[in-house]
């Protein structure tokens, strides 16, 4: 059997394969209210259908302050429960495992209301300027990761996953190009990793499933984190708990990105290693030979897709003709597979 189909566990939850369909923001819901729409039931579901292993949704705003866009799903409020469970439940019933990734965009919100960071600079010009945090507002947005992550098991997720990455809060915090704080949450690696510390501390408070986070490995920019302060930071996450670091990159500050096939994936490979923790690769990841070297060859436990399952919602199918592998089709599909 090729490996990209072969089942993996992370503590209770056993995947199927894999497959990893990666969070995408979807700009999706028809209100300024967070809730699930009938989108994202065709949308993440037709997926499950297509048998990818696990199927992780968009960044999910923990609080109002935190969403990318008004468009985004939410999961700062107990009303938001009912569409996310209603949701489960179908992807559930195709087999496929549910993640969700719970996020606060810090001061690249796109909002018309005040938006927070952990100091005062703004993204780019066409941002607005965030108000540095205080360390109420920290304590505060802790709580509500918290409280997202009780909300999250409410609704049947069967892992979480930490938007550390692509200069959304958490990230701002991690890097000295975006936290000039001079407070214990800000300047060495240790106090900029701090509001991830107590992030993970809070979350585990309200869940016992496995916990993945999502990192910028590169900043594309001098002065930011190295490969190194990333192995750190992976360390102290696997010492707390974590099972699995989603190795993506860019997005902290402005800066003109190289890609090309697997561009991530060394970086990805070294965490692995060094760290001695699981990763899951993502980035231009687009055939089932790539897929399948990647696992084969331990550079990565999952393979993160994107923009190839927004091509192809059967793309374990595409892959699985490829590596010469037969895969089960759901009974209303086998006259057609």
Not at 192 to 215: C, D, H, M, T
């Amino acid at each position: 059997m090729a490996k990209l189909f072969s089942p993996i566990n992370f503590k209770n939850v056993t995947l199927k394969n894999r497959i990893v369909m990666a969070p995408m923001c979807m700009y999706s819901c028809s209100e300024e209210d967070g809730k699930v729409t009938p989108f994202h039931v065709t949308h993440y579901t037709s997926r499950a259908v297509g048998q990818v292993g696990l199927i992780m949704l968009e960044a999910t705003a923990v609080q109002p302050e935190g969403r990318i866009s008004s468009q985004d799903l939410g999961i700062w409020d107990d009303d938001h429960v009912e569409g996310l469970t209603n949701l489960n439940h179908q992807i559930h019933h195709y087999g496929s495992k549910t993640a969700i990734q719970l996020a606060h965009a810090g001061r690249k919100a796109q909002l018309d209301s005040n938006i927070f960071a952990p100091s005062a600079l703004a993204f780019n010009d066409s941002y607005k300027t965030p108000q540095q945090m205080t360390v109420e507002d920290i304590k505060e947005t802790i709580e509500a990761f918290k409280a997202a992550s009780k909300r999250a098991k409410q609704a049947n997720f069967d892992i979480i996953e930490l938007h550390a990455a692509h200069g959304y809060l958490i990230n701002q915090f991690l890097s000295p190009l975006t936290n000039k704080r001079e407070d214990s949450y800000g300047g060495n690696r240790k106090n900029r990793y701090r509001l991830l510390e107590e992030i993970i501390s809070a979350v585990k408070q309200a869940w016992n499933g496995p916990l993945f986070v999502r990192i910028s490995t590169d900043e594309y920019a001098e002065g930011g984190n190295s490969l190194d302060d990333f192995v750190y930071f992976s360390r102290r996450m696997r010492d707390q708990g974590i099972e699995l670091i989603d190795c993506s990159s860019g997005g902290v500050v402005p800066a003109s990105i190289s890609v090309y096939p697997g561009y991530q994936i060394p970086r990805c490979e070294t965490i692995r290693k060094e760290a001695n923790i699981s990763t899951g690769a993502v980035g231009l990841i687009t055939t089932g030979v790539q897929a399948e070297e990647i696992v084969q060859n331990e550079r990565a436990d999952l393979v993160f897709l994107a923009r190839a399952l927004l091509r192809d919602p059967y793309w374990p199918r595409t892959a699985a003709a490829e590596l010469n592998e037969k895969l089960s089709a759901p009974k209303q599909y086998e006259r057609g597979w």
